[in-house]
């Protein structure tokens, strides 16, 4: 394929938008139940997001990543991973096929791949497309910084809509005085209670940030062992299996079998097709979004 001149494919983390879109409304029970008995909340505000986004960002390409159930090749690795996460409400799982099915009606390409979760398959299609010159990441989630390359930037999502914290390699060394790759052994050292693994029991963030400033990566503190505080050096040498267990529950796999045909992923709304969607759906209000000409530059 010849290469689009200031090209840019948007990849967007669908369970980080739809799970975020889902809380903000549910705390108050605003579900917005249609007349077929749907919650559409969580799709509601998902494609509020997406839009926003899209006008704001213009990419030339998109494409929305999901994760494909509960089972992937890490809770094989470690089957406690993710264990203390509960059952989604009852409220947002008809939502996971819905929210798709929105999606379509847009044109934008669905990914996603069992055994693996979003992060796997964006990390690989970032890491590996080659026509086109700049990729970014639309999340809530800051595991994906590891992701950041002189190509690859990260939308972080901030409260509300349309407000971001974009991040490259400069911005990240500015906040946390690391690189985009030592995110990885950041997690290592730190755990990730969200993810149920718990790292190097008692090495907080500030610890793990100036273990991997002195030495490097996890590798390099290992080997540097006599040099750490006597405190520091008992909770990695106690739990040094977890460390290493740690840092390959935290590494995006950048190697999966999945890819983006861009053709298919080419911004190109159809609004009546997506009005018609969002009509069959009852998501009020919606095709405002769809007026706005920015989305169609």
């Known amino acids: 394929m010849e290469k689009d001149r200031n090209s840019t494919l948007m990849l967007v983390d669908g369970m980080a ?16 139940i ?9 799709v509601h505000g998902f494609i509020k997001h997406f839009i926003t986004a899209i006008s704001t960002f213009k990419p030339t390409h998109t494409a929305v990543c999901w994760d494909m159930g509960s089972k992937t ?30 999606v379509e009606s847009l044109d934008v390409p669905n990914i996603g791949l069992p055994g693996y979760e979003a992060d796997d398959c964006i990390g690989t299609i970032a890491k590996t497309i080659t026509d086109v010159d700049t990729v970014s990441i639309l999340t809530g ?7 950041i390359d002189d190509r690859i930037s990260v939308i972080l999502l901030q409260k509300g809509y349309g407000n971001y914290l974009v991040h490259n390699r400069d911005t990240l060394f500015a906040e946390k005085g690391i690189t985009p790759e ?4 950041l997690k290592a050292f730190m755990g990730d209670p969200s993810d149920n693994y ?8 500030k610890t793990a940030l100036k273990l ?34 740690s840092r390959q529950l935290a590494e995006i796999k950048c190697d999966v079998p999945v890819e983006c045909n861009l053709k298919d992923a080419l911004c190109r709304f159809d609004r ?9 759906v009852e998501l009020k209000g919606l095709h405002r979004f769809l007026e706005n000409e920015s989305i169609y530059a």
């Open 182 to 185: 030592q995110i990885i052994d």
């Open 272 to 280: 009546e097709k997506a009005i018609a969607k969002f009509q069959e």
């Open 198 to 205: 718990p790292g190097v029991r008692g090495i907080g963030e």
């Open 34 to 42: 249609n007349s077929k008995g749907l919650p559409t909340n969580g």
């Open 73 to 102: 090749f890490r809770t094989e690795m470690f089957n406690l991973y993710k264990a203390n996460r509960p059952e989604a409400p009852v409220e947002l799982v008809p939502q996971f096929e819905l929210v798709k099915e929105v």
């Open 212 to 245: 991997l400033q002195d030495h490097g990566d996890v590798d390099g503190v290992i080997a540097n062992l006599d040099q750490l505080t006597k405190s520091q050096r008992t909770k990695i040498e106690a739990d040094m299996e977890m460390l290493h267990l």
């Open 141 to 147: 989630d800051k595991d994906i910084l590891q992701l």
């Open 17 to 32: 938008l739809l799970f975020r879109a889902f809380y903000a409304t549910a705390v108050t029970g605003q579900f917005m």
